[in-house]
Nanobody
Framework: DVQLQASGGGLVQAGGSPRLSCEASGFSFDDHAIGWFRQAPGKEREAVSCIGSEDGRTYYADSVKGRFTVSKDNAKKTMYLQMNGLKPEDTAIYYC??????????????????WGKGTQVTVSS
């Protein structure tokens, strides 16, 4: 069973710096591109950040560039999202997703194969 379990969300004050984790199981983690997506209330799900499976190249949405950092640990089969300087606009459910042998060009809704159920991040003002 393929699973992507996101965790680390919660209520955070503006300016906070939580770190999200995504633990993978049921597939070859290092052979997959993996990324973070988020869905804010009333909005479509959007890509936040991805890591390519082959070259490790990263992608960041303009809205988070310079504030968020994505990384992964293949041994732990875990991807992280270090979030700095959170803003109320960052409030969303954060999902992790993956694609076999994907690149950063797969970092969009229909470019991914597997999805987790997400973790809620709420940023207070």
């Amino acid at each position: 069973d393929v699973q992507l379990q996101a965790s680390g969300g919660g209520l955070v004050q503006a300016g906070g710096s939580p770190r999200l984790s995504c633990e993978a199981s049921g597939f070859s983690f290092d052979d997959h591109a993996i990324g973070w997506f988020r869905q804010a209330p009333g909005k479509e799900r959007e890509a936040v950040s991805c890591i390519g499976s082959e070259d490790g190249r990263t992608y960041y949405a303009d809205s988070v560039k310079g504030r968020f950092t994505v990384s992964k640990d293949n041994a732990k089969k875990t991807m992280y999202l270090q979030m700095n300087g959170l803003k109320p606009e960052d409030t969303a459910i954060y999902y992790c997703a993956s694609r076999l042998r994907g690149s950063i060009f797969s970092c969009y809704e229909y470019g991914m194969d597997y999805w987790g159920k997400g973790t809620q991040v709420t940023v207070s003002s």
